[in-house]
């Protein structure tokens, strides 16, 4: 199974992924757990170049950089752990290139969707959550780290990918589910852990 973690910084992704993580194997699984872009040498490579504020780099670049990222680690990984009945958790996926590259950066949707089924090979995941904040929490949860290359875009950009999660999710209500992540963490895992159990045991 593939499950996925979505939304903006500071939503609480990397710590709900590692509270399901435990969950999972203390039922006995086999999990694997990733990050996007990331997950393969080549991909953290890239990672390093898209996220570097060093880096200047136009959208459609971006776009194919995060695709390739993507490619390798679907290849390389994903497909791989899945075949052996492993579970995949991704910390974001290809719903994150929809949102910041589609939506914040309003390239061609249509465009980013094709790209999004190829650079994935065609697999998509089973469940997401959709880490659901405002913007000024996500700022209030960040205003410590130094912000990387995306993480410098501005209100307005962060605001059309709110809204863009907001419609991808609207758009996928089997796959994606939305959960209120502006409370306690140990309460949107509690959200996730439900959602997690009804799945299991309808795929049983
Ligand atoms: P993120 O996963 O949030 O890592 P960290 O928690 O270490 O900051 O960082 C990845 C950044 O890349 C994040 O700002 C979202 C962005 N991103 C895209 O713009 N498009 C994509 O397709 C993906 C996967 C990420």
Redesign the pocket.
Known sequence: MFITFEGI?GCG??TQLKHTAEYLRSIGLDVVCL???GGTKFSEQIRDI??STKSKINSIS?LLL?EAA?ADLTQNVIIPSLNEGKFVLS????D??TA??GY?RELDLNTINTLNSFSSLNIKPDLTFYLKIDLELSYRRSKYRTP?R??SAGEEFFLKVINGFDEIAKNNPDRICIIDSSGKPEITFQSIKNRIITTLQKSK
């Open positions: 910084d992704k990397s990050r996007e872009p898209l996220l971006e995060f993507r910390d974001r996926f290809f994150s290139t910041y590259q914040g990387d995306m993480e």
